[in-house]
Nanobody, 129 residues
Framework: QVQLVESGGGLVQAGGHLRLSCTISGLTFGRNALGWFRQAPGQGRRFVAAFDWTGDNQFYSDSVEGRFSIAMDSAEMNTIYLEMSNLRPNDTAVYYC?????????????????????WGQGTRVTVSS
């Protein structure tokens, strides 16, 4: 059974930094997309960042490009991170990590939440002004 568990959320002031973690178990890694999405109050779940199973191709939404960074733990290959810097109040949301099969490493496919099969329970990030 595949399980994803996020951690690292919390309350931070605007301009601050947080690192989210996602530990994945039960997955046989192969041609996968590993990503982060977020859902703000009253909004749908939206793409934040993702990479393909090689880690060579990274994708970011326009709203976080240059401020957020996605990475995989080089030692513990089952953990992915989302480093978030220069946080803004509109980054406030519940953040979810997700894993799915990778068909093509293009932005349109990797940013589509319908292409992800497994999701964590989410971790809440609140950015105060």
């Amino acid at each position: 059974q595949v399980q994803l568990v996020e951690s690292g959320g919390g309350l931070v002031q605007a301009g601050g930094h947080l690192r989210l973690s996602c530990t994945i178990s039960g997955l046989t890694f192969g041609r996968n997309a590993l990503g982060w999405f977020r859902q703000a109050p009253g909004q749908g779940r939206r793409f934040v960042a993702a990479f393909d199973w090689t880690g060579d191709n990274q994708f970011y939404s326009d709203s976080v490009e240059g401020r957020f960074s996605i990475a995989m733990d080089s030692a513990e290959m089952n953990t992915i991170y989302l480093e978030m810097s220069n946080l803004r109040p509109n980054d406030t949301a519940v953040y979810y990590c997700a894993v799915g099969p990778l068909y093509t490493a293009t932005y349109s496919t990797i940013a589509d939440k319908e292409n992800y099969d497994y999701w964590g329970q989410g971790t809440r990030v609140t950015v105060s002004s």
